[in-house]
């Protein structure tokens, strides 16, 4: 029978319970347990598609067109299980689905209430669609205290009384805070946050203790006796230099161990963990150095490019080498100095992105990387970007622009209305609704033979991830390829350009799917490897 573990959060946000889930997924599957990670996000919006990137972060597009929380992007990173659209759900999407229901009759007239309606509506998306996993591990977004999250807590109590302690676990992560004024750290937050769970009717079988500091015995005993739990459940989350050496210090922590002791199973095998160990090697100690510019519209936030720093990391993991991260705002590329900040960088890539603020700055960027034969890699938005310098620099053709800025002479690039997904067609509209409506999920792709990106993938079909409104003008293939710039690769009808190379440069390439989605730290993608060694050979260069 699958068992379950519930994540909570209490004290502040941003503790790392997504990391923490998706670590112990890691270490349960070093047993050899299925596992299965999900999130349940309190928050009213129906996906974050329509989200800032500085509001939320990055959102994680998964092969079934589902946008979700970038905490899906850990799980699929740590435990290789691809995630679905039923491992993620709102506030909002719980709601729309009881209203949808009661607007329907489904409810036979009934008062239409949190609880049970709600509430079963959320124990029914945790246990759906589920394939003979173990565990299923399901974080709880947000904090302890919080209004919106009373549902959530509410809902996960009746599913861990109607499964029992025999299927169900609750794991609580609070923050323990060291206080250089007084030298010593400071429990007590700890001790409110559990309490304040209690409060819903929920008892935490274990307590994951963020901290800078090793937190002494003495102290452990002090959290394990406010908290009403044993002290070998009490465990210390100390922050680490790297994440992917999460899983080997929670294991050393007894984390996994307590979990399966909770289950009633065996502790008695040691699981191997060589290849994280590994990992960390790689990271800790490489052979060299690149330095790779981000020119990017949000890297304020970090977590708005969670999953791009981390394929990048994974691409200097496979050539063994560090990657050096230079975030840089595109805004500061539209006038003639700042320019000369990309001199002396081993390569480019220019993220994806919506709107016309710091266009231009990436197409100075696509510009200064192909005249100066510095590696370049665009993404999404980074790629039609590229297309449209190309198009003005290269082709000539000086009205180029998007219509996604507004009305233009020449549209390169343009509002897709229409494309196949499957069997059925897809249509959008001018003026149409935002959320859900972009061109979302797997996608086919055929590649041209001999191709760099056929080389680079070492096959001709490909399947990527994609996230876009716009799109790569397949009626200007001719004058662009004239001047140059191949289109390599395009979707398996011929009318929608999925990635272009320019001749005669060491490495310039623009994808207008998201490959950084795809790519773990076991599995790098082969797109991100390609770059990092490129950036290596530019190294070699200066």
Not at 479 to 505: I, K, M, N, Q, Y
Request: glycine share 10%; net charge negative; hydrophobic share 40%.
């Amino acid at each position: 029978m699958t068992k379950f573990v519930f994540f909570t959060g209490g004290v502040v946000s941003s503790l790392g319970k997504g990391l923490s889930a998706a670590a112990l997924g890691a270490l349960l599957q070093a047993r050899g347990y299925k596992v299965r990670v999900r999130k349940l996000d309190p928050y009213l919006n129906v996906d974050p598609g329509t989200m800032s990137p500085f509001e939320h972060g990055e959102v994680f597009v998964t092969d079934d067109g589902a946008e979700t929380d970038l905490d899906l992007g850990h799980y699929e990173r740590f435990t290789g299980v691809s995630a679905r659209r039923s491992d993620n759900v709102t506030t909002g999407r719980i709601y729309s689905e009881v209203l949808a229901k009661e607007r329907r009759g489904d409810f036979l007239g009934g008062t239409v209430q949190v609880i049970p309606h709600v509430t079963d509506a959320i124990k029914n998306f945790a246990i759906a669609d589920l394939q003979d996993e173990d565990f299923v591990l399901c974080e709880i977004g947000g904090t302890v205290g919080d209004i919106e999250s009373l549902p959530f807590l509410e809902a996960i109590r009746q599913l861990g009384n109607q499964l029992g302690p025999q299927r169900s676990m609750f794991v609580h992560l609070t923050l323990v805070p060291y206080l250089a004024a007084a030298g010593e750290l400071k429990t007590k937050p700890t001790q409110h946050s559990v309490k304040e769970l209690q409060r819903v009717g929920i008892q935490p079988d274990m307590v994951v203790c963020r901290c800078e500091r090793p937190i002494p015995a003495e102290q452990r005993k002090k959290i394990a006796l406010f908290c009403n739990i044993e002290s070998a459940a009490v465990v210390q989350g100390i922050d680490v230099d790297t994440i992917y050496q999460v899983p080997v210090e929670y294991h050393e922590q007894g984390l996994d161990n307590q979990v399966l002791r909770h289950f009633g199973l065996d502790t008695s095998k040691t699981p191997d963990l060589s290849r994280w160990t590994d990992i960390v090697k790689r990271i800790r100690a490489p052979e060299g150095e690149v330095n790779v510019a981000i020119v990017g519209k949000y890297v304020g936030l970090k977590d708005a490019y969670k999953s791009l720093a981390e394929a990048l990391v994974h691409g200097g993991i496979a050539n063994n080498s560090r990657v050096k991260l230079n975030w840089l705002e595109s805004e500061i590329f539209e006038g003639d100095v700042a320019v000369g900040s990309l001199e002396g960088v081993d390569a480019i890539l220019v993220p994806g992105g919506f709107g016309e603020r710091g266009s231009r700055g990436k197409i100075r960027a696509a510009r200064f990387a192909r005249e100066h034969k510095v590696p370049f890699f665009g993404i999404c938005f980074g790629m039609q970007m590229a297309v449209i310098e190309a198009a003005q620099n290269l082709a000539e053709i000086r009205g180029a622009g998007s219509t996604e800025f507004g009305p233009c002479d020449d549209p390169v690039v343009g509002l897709l209305t229409e494309w196949q997904q499957g069997e059925m067609t897809q249509r959008r509209r001018v003026g149409g609704n935002l959320g859900g409506t972009m061109r979302l999920g797997a996608y086919p792709a055929k590649l041209e033979k001999n191709s760099r990106l056929a080389e680079i993938y070492r096959r001709e079909e490909i399947s990527e991830r994609h996230r876009h409104r716009y799109e790569v003008n397949i009626h200007y293939r001719e004058p662009l390829e004239a001047a140059g710039l191949r289109f390599s690769g395009l979707s398996p009808d011929g009318t929608l350009p999925e990635t272009v190379e320019l001749d005669g440069h060491p490495w310039f390439v623009g994808v207008q799917f998201h490959p950084e989605l795809k790519s773990r730290p076991f599995e790098p993608h082969p797109l991100f490897t390609s770059f990092i060694a490129a950036a290596i050979d530019q190294s070699r260069l200066v």
